[in-house]
């Protein structure tokens, strides 16, 4: 076997192309939609309209602040707080002479009538939804974004909405991210509004990727592979930018066909020691929704996905990976992107997925930027 490898002007060491070329087919695999009934689809969406229900008594904080400003500013601050858009849509008349005549946040509940959701978009019930929908998501944002937050309502969701007990298992790269996981899941998972029933089949516990593998003693392969797959349904991989190229791959060959993988991190911090950026690169696969996708989260989310980018992918219907980074959203207020779906080029099982790969690694970018959020917003969110 050849020690190196060059294509499409790159050199590789032989085994780094081939753990990126199986990658990428494990990716592709992993990219398909899942199947869910119309019953299904319809108790997921009330349970995310339940656990992403708008906070009243953070617009109520917001709106006591609010004093001789004109109806624009009282606008502005509605917006922000409850994740406003499409602000044309908004019957401001009605709403205004409801926000202005408050003196407690329960009589803010009339708006969720006056607003339709249409004119909203929530981009963690977006992740959440995205989740639900596909085997796999990645979730990147910085600190204090609301990765874990986010994470925990849709294992709710997940879970109210399934008939049988799912293995769910967490894991992270290092002992010190396992235990912050362990604790940042364990206190979201606390505040869910759900019943105790659903929070225990949630878990809290995370362990590290090798001990989840079954790391042997002077060996450099695991316990689990693909001849002896990983006993779970779902796997929430924190810190994921931490890990190298090769560990991903064995991390994924370990996994059973059924399940389903959810990647957590920050894809512009703690890059791997090891060769490769996996997270990174992933979170740079941006071409457009798909169609199928657009219309499965406005059934999930109610929101309005017409005017979304469209993926131009031809087979980005039935082989796209989405990326939901949710930085800025909560605590940041700067302009934030939303990744939309991965490229996707038809396999050609000849070529090792090389050009399948080098396509993968150059799509265009598409951006969506918000507007900042208020100092009073971002202050009033505890980072997770």
């Known amino acids: 076997m050849r020690p190196l490898v060059f294509e499409f002007e790159s050199l590789y060491l032989q085994k780094y192309w081939q753990f990126e070329s199986q990658l990428a087919r494990k990716l592709v695999q992993l990219s398909e939609p899942v199947e869910l009934e119309a019953n299904t689809k319809q108790g997921m969406a009330t349970e995310l309209n339940r656990l992403f229900a708008w906070q009243w008594g953070f617009l109520f904080k917001d709106l006591q602040k609010l004093e001789n400003v004109s109806d624009m500013e009282w606008q ?32 803010l509940v009339p708006l969720a009538d006056l607003i339709p959701l249409k004119a909203c978009k929530n981009y963690q019930k977006v992740a959440a939804a995205t989740a639900l929908l596909r085997r796999l998501c990645v979730i990147s944002g910085g600190p204090g974004t609301g990765k874990t937050t986010t994470v925990s309502k849709l294992l709710a969701a997940l879970v109210s909405s399934s008939e049988e007990k799912l293995n769910i298992k967490l894991a992270a790269p290092t002992g010190k991210a396992a235990a912050r996981l362990t604790e940042s899941i364990g206190n979201a998972i606390d505040s869910l509004p759900v019943s105790p029933e659903i929070k225990e089949r ?34 929430i991989l924190d810190e994921a930018s931490m890990v190298d190229l090769p560990l991903m791959y064995k991390l994924l060959d370990a996994l059973p066909s059924h399940a389903r993988l959810i990647l957590l991190g920050d894809k512009d911090q703690l890059s791997s020691v090891e060769a490769g950026a996996v997270l990174g690169d992933i979170c740079s696969l941006q071409t457009g929704f798909s169609l199928s996708h657009k219309q499965a989260l406005t059934q999930l989310t109610g929101f309005d996905y017409s005017n979304e980018a469209m993926s131009r992918s031809a087979v980005a ?4 990976t989405y990326v939901r980074a949710i930085d800025s959203i909560v605590a940041l207020g700067l302009a934030c992107w939303l990744a939309l779906s991965m490229r996707v080029m038809p396999i050609n099982p000849h070529s090792y997925l090389t050009a399948d790969l080098r ?11 918000m507007p900042p959020l ?7 969110t505890r980072p997770i």
Not at 80 to 89: H, R
Not at 90 to 95: I, L, M
Not at 213 to 225: E, I, M, P, Q, S
């Open 359 to 369: 396509m993968l690694l150059i799509p265009p970018l598409i951006a969506i930027t």
């Open 76 to 107: 502005q601050v509605i917006c922000e707080s409850l994740d406003i858009e499409l602000a044309d849509l908004v019957p401001w008349q009605d709403v205004l002479k409801v926000a202005k005549g408050v003196t407690r946040s329960e009589e």
């Open 374 to 380: 208020s100092v009073s917003w971002r202050t009033s």
């Open 317 to 320: 219907d039935s082989l796209s």
């Open 202 to 235: 949630i878990p809290t516990s995370a362990s590290t990727i090798h001990r989840l593998l079954g790391a042997r003693a002077n060996r450099v392969d695991f316990k689990h592979n693909a001849s002896n797959p990983l006993h779970l349904d779902l796997l």
